[in-house]
T-cell receptor, first 108, second 115 residues
Framework: QKEVEQNSGPLSVPEGAIASLNCTYS??????FFWYRQYSGKSPELIMF????GDKEDGRFTAQLNKASQYVSLLIRDSQPSDSATYLC????????FGKGTRLHILP | DTGVSQNPRHKITKRGQNVTFRCDPI?????LYWYRQTLGQGPEFLTY????????KSRLLSDRFSAERPKGSFSTLEIQRTEQGDSAMYLC?????????????FGDGTRLSIL
């Protein structure tokens, strides 16, 4: 059974600081990794994907992948109150396997 | 790009009734996925189609659940003899052709409440 593990939080971060969200996965053969943001009562929204080891930056977001450690992270710089949401880490097989999500709360 | 469309947005029904949900994927996407999400959990995979062929079903999908995609376009998910444990958000997603590495795009979901 392939698994994706995340700390459920809540993770509280002051506005303007860096939020760091972490995720581990069980299948060493996994190739594609995604971060989705989900506001309460809404569907998941893709914010980042990464396939190669290293960092990938998009605006205030940086995804980091370490396949040797089976570890994926998401950094959010200059955190804003609108970043308060649940962040879902996901691994693509043919379907997507999601973690349970980390609740992020940005403190004004 | 009109996005993935799901109907209805909300469904309230009594236990034991049958319900059917519809998903219209992004038009050029040949893969369509169904997920279920309960409070505090990530979405759980139920089943997926490539064109009209149902390629995989989760063990979560009991025999009360059936999904179809008859013409390779929209899909329906039916739950027969609903139970209270079926209360959840049912999410549909689609992805492009040959898209083993492509992300999936989600619809807004159908929230099912069983009384």
């Amino acid at each position: 059974q392939k698994e994706v593990e995340q700390n459920s939080g809540p993770l509280s971060v002051p506005e303007g600081a860096i939020a760091s969200l972490n995720c581990t996965y069980s299948d060493r053969g996994s190739q594609s990794f995604f971060w989705y943001r989900q506001y309460s009562g809404k569907s998941p929204e893709l914010i980042m994907f990464i396939y190669s080891n290293g960092d990938k930056e998009d605006g205030r977001f940086t995804a980091q992948l370490n396949k040797a450690s089976q570890y994926v992270s998401l950094l959010i710089r200059d955190s804003q109150p609108s970043d308060s949401a649940t962040y879902l880490c996901a691994v693509r097989d043919d379907k997507i396997i999601f973690g349970k999500g980390t609740r992020l709360h940005i403190l004004p | 790009d009109t996005g993935v469309s799901q109907n209805p947005r909300h469904k309230i029904t009594k236990r034991g009734q049958n319900v059917t949900f519809r998903c219209d994927p992004i038009s050029e996407h040949n893969r369509l996925y169904w997920y279920r999400q309960t409070l505090g959990q990530g979405p759980e995979f139920l089943t997926y189609f490539q064109n009209e062929a149902q390629l995989e079903k989760s063990r979560l999908l009991s025999d009360r659940f059936s999904a179809e995609r008859p013409k390779g376009s929209f899909s329906t998910l039916e739950i027969q003899r609903t139970e209270q444990g079926d209360s959840a958000m049912y999410l549909c997603a689609s992805s492009p052709v040959g898209a083993s590495n492509q992300p999936q795009h989600f619809g807004d979901g159908t929230r099912l409440s069983i009384l």
